[in-house]
């Protein structure tokens, strides 16, 4: 049996370098200026037998603002970021640089008393492996890039380093296919092209 499971990154809620870690703020204008821009190819994902979001606000909030109306699923929330939750990088970096380069450094590490990359990275993995298998059935999931490239390195076998390489912009669609352990990583073309399976 063969699953399709198309990952839309979550429209944005701050500027790229803005961004927080477990961002729970909702989108912001341009974030709703990009959904409506991007609207005409990513409405027909809809159709998709089983539609889920991550539990943040701009997650449900994409969702719906695409008609979805998709279900939301826990265990695609973002990483556990401990004491770290609500700062950006470049904050965390200034006030414990020795435990970010740790973190950065180590998939294991949980320096900001928080979930591990390694363990953030099975979790989705989890879920993706858990998924209803109907034959040739489709799944759209609207979630945060960091979940995305998750789910990336987990369906591609990868090593947890592979994380910090992954570029998910917003907006974006990500096609994993296959079945529990067995997933690959989908290149349909064009973008509406993707929009159209």
């Known amino acids: 049996m063969q699953l399709r499971v198309t990952f839309v990154s979550a429209a944005r809620s701050s500027p790229l370098l803005a961004e ?22 990513l409405v027909p994902l809809a159709a998709a037998e089983l539609r889920y979001c991550s539990p943040t606000p701009r997650s449900r909030a994409t969702g719906d603002a695409l008609g979805y109306g998709p279900l939301v699923q826990p265990a695609l929330r973002d990483c556990d970021m401990g004491r770290w939750r609500g700062l950006t990088l470049g904050e965390a970096m200034a006030r414990e640089p020795e435990s970010v380069d740790a973190w950065l450094a180590d998939p294991r ?16 993995g989890g879920w993706l492996d858990t998924r209803p298998a109907d034959d040739n059935g489709r799944i ?19 090593p947890p380093s592979t994380y910090w390489n992954l570029d998910v912009r917003p907006l974006s669609t990500t096609v994993v ?21």
């Open 20 to 41: 927080r870690f477990d961002d729970d703020r909702p989108l912001d204008q341009a974030g709703w200026e990009e959904v409506q821009r991007a609207a005409h190819d």
């Open 109 to 124: 590490a949980t320096p900001h008393g928080g979930e591990s990359l390694l363990d953030f990275i099975r979790r989705v």
């Open 140 to 158: 759209v999931a609207v979630a945060e890039p960091s979940v995305i490239r998750a789910a990336l390195v987990y369906a591609l076998k990868a």
């Open 177 to 197: 296919t296959g079945r529990t352990g067995r997933w690959n990583l989908r290149f349909d073309g064009a973008f509406p092209q993707s929009a159209r399976a």
